[in-house]
């Protein structure tokens, strides 16, 4: 602990704060959204929707942040209270963020700090790692969450246009967030603890483009294995996730999209193994069946080391954001599944379509229809798990 | 064609009609919504939906009906030019009934007189039959409707609840409907004809209470196989449906919700064959896998059944109004017969499911979940369809 | 008292009712909507709201009806615990009508039967008679509401246009309602007993198209001063109103819309007096300042008319279904009689007004604007009261 | 004009952006939003609503900025082709702010850059400086606003209790805010150029507590009459406003709210001339006609002084977001300031009051208020204005 003055509030005025600096490790009334690897000092915060949770009294409270990147710089959102409060860019260097100041010194205020931004793993510097806080009160007793849900999804669940006019193309950070995104919605209005694993353009089998190596069951074991490169597997993205540490009661699998995509795009050129993949549609435009199946057994896979690595969980393919294409092959999958390993505890849930009226940027779900999803999910998950 | 004058205005009022009445089969500008059989004149309205829709001048419109009931007496419900204007009870009896009055006699109207209660089959009795239209006006050309829509259902479907206080839990026609109906409402949305095939209670393997012969698939093939006994079978109800007279483009079949239910109900003793019927659960609460299949038996043979007499029809399989618990049983049906026959013209597409604050009389869809349905519908089938 | 039989319920049956007959008058249990005038059996329902509600167990109701008009056909509507369920014309002759059959006999049911059709001054023979009430249960205590409101309005307290097509343009009684009107919804919403006093194109000052004669405080006084001509009147219609007899907690006025009308219209020709009539606007388009009195003045002698006859409402200007151009001539004219006689106990409150997504047919509120005046009138109410 | 090299992208990447810096008075192709006096270089933002709007090619923009502040540091946010990205705290010292990176060179982008906070009376430091823009495109024509509305209003046009959740109490910059605010929204949908001059607390006559000095009238003529003290001056604050460099077509007038509250507090000890200053009710809970007089007094004052410097404007006294309870009072005095000028160029309109569902924090109108506010008064300038 260090006390330093805080740098805003001159001699002579009513009131002289001193901040002092606790190590984010050291804090142990905090709550920590988002997997963890283990590094905790500093604390990277991996995913969009990764971030820290803390109650503290006093007037003002900082946050010590070291960031990075190349392309695709890192944005971060806060609320207050469960109130949405500000959101912003952060360029690399070091950072002291004011959440909040001048505020009642006796009341305690909850504070989120969240990152918006997906894992990038096309840029190796893409990074946010918090330091610490500074405040002048007191920790509080850190929301305790006894349901937990993991999302592991493509760029809907990254926020993908989230942000953004409707007419916006660009794909870059500013339009994807964890602020406006169902699964944030519904873990808070649940009141549950989440994880978010997703990467926009990744399938279950392949990415929208057809090239196979954007599926998630590639990564999903390593601890953020969709960010690979020098500079970020220091902080330990490739090694193995420790399952243990955080088991879900739901996992919510939003895959489906860009897999369906793929069916109607030209062919890829995997570098790695200089093949052509594509997924093909018969001259009637329904899906070839034997790249059908490709996806089911992908899917197939997929629900088998989710249940190695989740044994308690109940398994929920929550799909249809944009278009319900894959239904008849994701739950022709799920069945097979299902009757293959004697595993009953899984279910498919549709969720609600974009339409012209819901759409965010760049053809992506809008704010409204990630409230829409949030509506029909926590519907879904309260009967399903007596919540 | 008989002169009569009207009842109501009197000698020496400023207007002094003179109404003719038309037989309703000599009627050429009509369209007829639901099934028909054989017989035309008075035309039977046999389901909800069941109903006539004329485009008339003149300043009055009449309907001249008889019907009969013994304890489930018809409701019908009226609108001009797409709006709602009347809704009542019918006891038996001979009945005229005025549509509209002191309109401007040059401007056409578009009048629908439907019927609102389902196809009752434990009131052999219960039936509207349309006799014909008085009017003073010309009969304009009726409209035409180039798509065609085929919904199968249970209560749902039969609108049960769509009226009714939240509380109402009485069993009785006031509370069914079609004028508060998501296959209403998605035809009205999507200019299309419609006919509806429902029954309260029934699934596509069994009833609600495990009664194996309330399954819509025993009596989809006749002109009315809901309807038996032996006043209403001489309307040629039990005659196979002449299924070249009415192709339509897309089945909506929205059974499964009394079949999931039977799971959770005592055995039925089948007094035809003196039998126990039983939709079991295992102990740890899922489905009986024996149980869960002759489900899907079912559904497989309806599916075969329904693609017999309706070749170019998209069947589409929409479920999921009153609880989703029945999805895996479903799809995994549905890839079966897909699998097994190749045919790849089906889908399926899960509705938003009714909650606290959408559900109608008891625990019933409501007049906002049948919106619901309805908007989440006619977005679906205008992309599939490209309508 | 009369035993009948049921006409519906043939013999053979499970249960056979036996109906008795009740005569309006010697019901104790009954809550009447609506003004009334001395006579009582059988009760005239004079108003649009008029009507009668009672709390009754048993399996049928029936309600017994003598009916007359030459042009305007009464419309009727009637609800179950708060539930619509049926709308219908009622043409002249005796009526027998079936409120609700097979229903639990045990369960209580509040019922309401309503007349939808305004007040017709110009129909001297519409009227609907309620005789009695046939029923085979018991009367239980009939809802006591301890609110009071009057409504004072035109053709939006009317319910013009709150049934029937945008495009519709008849002036008809089935396009008119109690059932899809803000002060029916306002007092449901509040539990309030209401009265209902209103002609569609009358003002304060005079009518839409400058007649002098069509002012609401002219027929205040009586009994329903709206129905003359020699057949209504014999129903005491004419007479001095016993304002004792029903004194209102609050009475909203939401009058102005045909009177800032006048000022765009051509001159009136007033049959009675030979002298024309006609509110003008200044070349700017302003309102000349001496017709604006005119108004003024009209307001300040109703302000205190209504004063006179109900010593302790709060009288809330209400106004702004169709915009409020008036705004400024009511409030001065309030101001003036505030001013003037010392009564504070007056508001202005504006009315949310209907816009192109919210109109009914002839260009009239429809049901999403009397729900959106519903919603701002009950809030006003509850603050401005304390309910 | 300046050349500098970006940042945040580093040698040997695949584009290497030259930024260059614009003085902001330099800048031709720019829209600026809010009062303005004498200096333009750097550009002080005045007022919550104070911004600039540039369109501009190229992959990147910056805004470099000096702020200031003692308790009450600045908030600011910015959209990119009308919608929201971000939101931020300033603290006191020099920004380079980054709003948008790595987009699409060629397409346009429409860039706003907005201050959330109210000019702050009480905090002689606080102030945003904006000296000019980076960028490595072009500017292309700002939009040109042939529209404007000038908004003069208390605490609800500050966006007071805008941000935070229902139950924050603390008043601090954080919760107030131009980005959720009826004005700003108005001007959006209406396509129109803006400003606004709009003090928490203050009245057209009083403020909330009695204070004679907090009275928006004493300001309106300064070009930002609220800030005051040595620093902030120095900004030209408190000299007069050049009222023809911006001439609206309509002024909205939104105050009254903390004028009806004083009536209901303690006496005000007014530390300039030691008197005590209370606004009183009669024990029937009325307004003291004495005090109300003084209200109307200085809305016929106001209105004398908005007519004089806005000769051609529409003055619509648009008042109702936190109660209505003033409407009487404010139209009283608006008669007699109409009748005594002459003056018909002016109106009431009613906005809708906010309820528990719509609140925002400390009580005042969240989100959903300010959003049906602008919906109410879109409505109304549309057909007001011909708009």
Not at 22 to 45: C, N, T, V, W, Y
Not at 82 to 101: D, I, K, T
Not at 135 to 163: C, H, M, Q, V
Request: with cysteine; net charge negative.
């Amino acid at each position: 602990m260090v006390l330093i003055g805080s740098t805003d509030l001159k001699e002579g005025k009513k009131r002289m704060s001193q901040l002092r600096f606790e190590a984010i490790s050291e804090i142990k009334d905090i709550h920590i959204f988002g997997r963890m690897g283990r590094q905790r000092q500093p604390l990277p915060l991996l995913f969009n929707g990764s971030g820290i949770e803390v109650v503290v009294t006093g007037s003002e409270l900082w946050i010590d942040l070291e960031t990075d990147s190349d392309m695709h710089e890192p944005w971060v959102y806060y609320e207050i209270n469960g109130a949405f409060m500000g959101r912003q860019m952060l360029l690399p260097g070091e950072h002291r963020l004011c959440l909040f100041r001048n505020m009642s010194p006796d009341a305690p205020k909850r504070v989120r700090f969240i990152r918006e931004l997906q894992a990038m793993g096309d840029d190796d510097r893409s990074r946010i790692l918090v330091k610490g806080l500074e405040l002048d009160g007191e920790f509080k007793e850190a929301p305790k969450y006894t349901r937990r849900i993991e999302f592991i999804g493509d760029s809907i669940t990254s926020g993908e246009g989230s942000y953004g006019a409707t007419e916006d193309v660009d794909w870059i950070p500013m339009y994807m967030s964890a602020s406006v995104n169902y699964s944030t919605m519904t873990a808070k209005e649940l009141n549950a603890d989440y994880h978010l694993i997703s990467q926009g353009g990744w399938g279950v089998y392949c990415g929208w483009d057809n090239d196979p190596r954007h599926n998630l069951p590639k990564v999903y074991e390593r601890v953020c294995g969709l960010s690979n490169g020098p500079t970020i597997e220091k902080l330990g993205t490739q090694e193995p996730y420790d399952f243990d540490s955080w088991q879900p009661d739901v996992i919510v699998v939003n895959l489906g999209t860009n897999d369906i995509t793929a069916f109607s795009q030209p062919p890829f050129l995997n570098p790695e193994d200089g093949q052509l993949y594509q997924q093909r549609r018969n001259p009637d435009g329904s899906l070839n069946r034997e790249d059908e199946l490709k996806v089911e057994k992908a899917i197939i896979s997929f629900l088998y080391m989710l249940r190695k690595h989740n044994p308690r969980a109940h398994i929920a393919w929550c799909y249809g954001m944009l278009g319900c294409d894959l239904n008849m092959t994701i739950t022709e999958a799920m069945a097979a599944y299902r009757e293959e390993s004697g595993d009953k505890n899984l279910s498919f849930f549709q969720l609600p379509n974009t339409t012209m009226e819901t759409f965010g940027s760049h053809m992506h779900p809008g704010k409204k229809s990630h409230e829409n999803a949030t509506t029909a999910l926590c519907n879904y998950l309260r009967q399903l798990m007596n919540w």
